[in-house]
């Protein structure tokens, strides 16, 4: 990730702990062996980038908070089904998508997530007026964008993935995925440009 | 379409890194031991209350069953004896019964089998005719 998100002072020593200690291999066959000192380190690692996807994917915190837990709970599970060269990152990320998939096509939720999408906060008090104005025009962009385009996007260009590692998580072709990204990049330009049409 | 150019993508990354920078997400392993912890519950909860639903619906199955005087294993397992009455039939007891068939047919041995065959239905009926024919 470009901007890494401020973690409170605790976390942190904590994470630096942890950090050091095991690698992603070391996170996954702790998984394997049901240890919550793995599961402790893979949500201090992953957590918060899984958040942040699931929440760029579905426009709603609260949901992206509750599909990031699930995201966990689903990797603990399935932690003794992964093939043993497995890549941590790519694979929950993988589960991360099926779940945010599933999530959309629920058609009650697609109605309340309409109504929270109303209520969704983009930028931080801080930010400048201007900032605000361009994020919550991505915001809405990324929403009319289709989910194929979306998460492309996402791996590529918030959770910096490379081409390989894209396409591991979606299953596809490293070409495709190339041309996935051109076409969503053009998609989502053109949709941000209405936007800013629609504002003036 | 228009062609994406670089300085979009990186004002992209950047914006994309911010997008969610304003929310707390509480995704620790607390929560998510906790989380696996109450869905083990309410799983277990869900097939103990499957189980006993099963053998509720196996139970009424065959109570219904014997009072239709289906087929339960057991129906089909007795056969109604022709020349004694057997310890399969629950009335009338066997030690009655026996002292029944050593009386000899007389007026009162006829009145109490007439008493029990208003009591009884068909299937002891059957049975008492053949009780009563025993010398």
């Not at chain 1, 200690?21 to 066959?29: K, M, P, R």
């Not at chain 1, 490293?174 to 996935?180: D, I, Y």
Request: proline share 5%; aromatic share 4%; charged share 25%.
């Amino acid at each position: 990730m470009i901007a890494t998100t401020p973690m409170p002072k605790a976390q942190t020593q904590l994470g630096q702990g942890l950090a050091d200690e095991v690698t992603d291999d070391g996170i996954l066959s702790g998984l394997r062996r049901l240890d919550r000192h793995a599961l402790e380190q893979l949500a201090f690692r992953h957590g918060r980038d899984l958040a942040m996807a699931a929440h760029a994917y579905l426009g709603n915190a609260h949901d992206a908070e509750d599909i990031a837990q699930e995201t966990l709970m689903s990797a603990w599970d399935g932690a003794r089904r992964a093939s043993p060269g497995t890549k941590l990152r790519p694979w929950l990320f993988g589960i991360l998508f099926n779940r945010c998939r599933k999530h959309r096509r629920s058609m009650w939720r697609r109605l309340l997530r309409e109504k929270k999408f109303a209520q969704g906060r983009t930028a931080s008090a801080g930010d400048e007026p201007e900032t605000q104005e361009r994020l919550e025009k991505l915001r809405c962009s990324l929403a009319m964008l289709d989910g194929v385009c979306r998460e492309v996007i996402i791996l590529r260009f918030q959770q910096c993935m490379t081409v390989a590692d894209a396409a591991h998580v979606l299953n596809i072709p490293e070409g495709t995925v190339k041309s996935r990204t051109h076409a969503a990049l053009g998609k989502l330009k053109t949709l941000m440009e209405q936007q800013h049409d629609r504002t003036r | 379409m228009t062609e994406p150019d670089k300085s979009f993508q990186q004002q992209l990354e950047a914006d994309l890194a911010k997008l969610g920078q304003a929310e707390r997400f509480h995704v620790d392993a607390d929560q998510i031991i906790g989380r696996l912890r109450r869905r083990r519950a309410v799983r277990v909860t869900a097939g103990a209350a499957a189980a006993v639903l099963v053998f509720i619906t196996a139970w009424g199955a065959w109570t219904f069953m014997g009072a239709q005087g289906g087929n339960r294993p057991q129906d089909l397992a007795v056969k109604p004896s022709p020349d004694r009455l057997g310890p399969q039939h629950p009335l009338p007891h066997p030690a009655i019964a026996k002292e029944l068939a050593a009386l000899p047919l007389s007026a009162e041995k006829a009145e109490i089998l007439d008493g029990l065959k208003k009591v009884f239905n068909n299937r002891q009926t059957s049975t008492l005719r053949i009780t009563k024919t025993t010398p």
